[in-house]
């Protein structure tokens, strides 16, 4: 086996290929819309996922930032060797893609910056840490995780939507509607102004920054739109309503779907959500079974 072709070519299907619940998703939101402009921008947005999978091509410019989740049973051993392979087969799967090159030079300062430029090579665009997953959480995409499981997750997260994220404390009341329609508000504002719609948006709700954070990215390498919870079914019905609509044109569908992925929870009066607008070419993932 050699995983460094196998993590490259991972990297390669989450940019340029779709997932069936949501091309399924798609293809209903074109036979439901009664809007002129937001079926032409739906059917324009299909045609993209149909060039970009039968040429090879991402679907996006912003190639996005690599996030790896990997979700281990309790037989199976992660090593130093595997994590430096995961960290080289994505920077040969951006170089052979080709990503966009986003990679800043420079220091500290100089990066944040910008001040040196940016790398030629795409490969040179470092993925964040990685999240390790086991079967000890209670989230609402808790796994049935066997012993022998190894798989990584690779996704592939866009800048407009990182920008338009949010990761805040919202006093809870004792209510659960109070805590998520909170984030629905905070949704429907970044949503506003996010252009690339139709999207999937995801929350995650915690104790911590990082906890209710992870819980978000774990709902965008496990959700599934086939597979949609009550709280789900909520956040979709209560966007949908706002009108913002494809491209922001109006009409029937600003999201197709979303992910809620509510894990352990303190005595407190506060509740820490996380949500992340997607533009309408994510999730963008993959996922190498080993």
Known sequence: MDILEDISQSIIKASTSLSDDKLKALKKAVEIEDNENAKWALEQICENYQVAQKTGFPLCDDTGIPHVIIEIGSEREISGELLNQIHEGIALGLNNLPAR??????????RIEQSQGLFDEPGMLRPASVLIDSANDESTYKRDISPDTLNIH????????????????????????????????????????????????????????????????????????????????????????????PLGLGGKTTIL???????????????????????????????LKL
Not at 101 to 106: I, N, T
Not at 217 to 245: C, F, H, M, P, W
Request: proline share 5%.
């Open 257 to 287: 779907g979303s992910y809620v992925n509510i894990g352990n929870q303190r005595a407190s009066g506060v509740r820490i959500v996380s949500v992340r607008p997607s533009c309408f070419v994510e999730p963008r993932v993959a996922t």
């Open 101 to 110: 090159p986003m990679a800043v030079k420079g220091g500290p300062v100089e």
């Open 154 to 245: 690779f996704m592939l997260e866009g800048g407009g939507p990182e920008i338009r994220a949010k990761t805040y404390r919202v006093y809870h009341k004792r209510s659960f509607e109070n805590v998520i329609d909170t984030a629905c508000e905070w949704l429907e504002d970044s949503l506003k102004m996010l252009g690339c719609t139709p999207s999937i948006p995801s929350i995650g709700i915690g104790r911590t920054h990082f906890e209710s954070t992870s819980l978000l990215l774990k709902s965008v390498a496990y959700g599934n739109l086939d597979n949609q919870n009550d709280y789900e079914q909520y956040v979709t019905d209560r966007i949908n309503q706002t009108g913002i609509g």
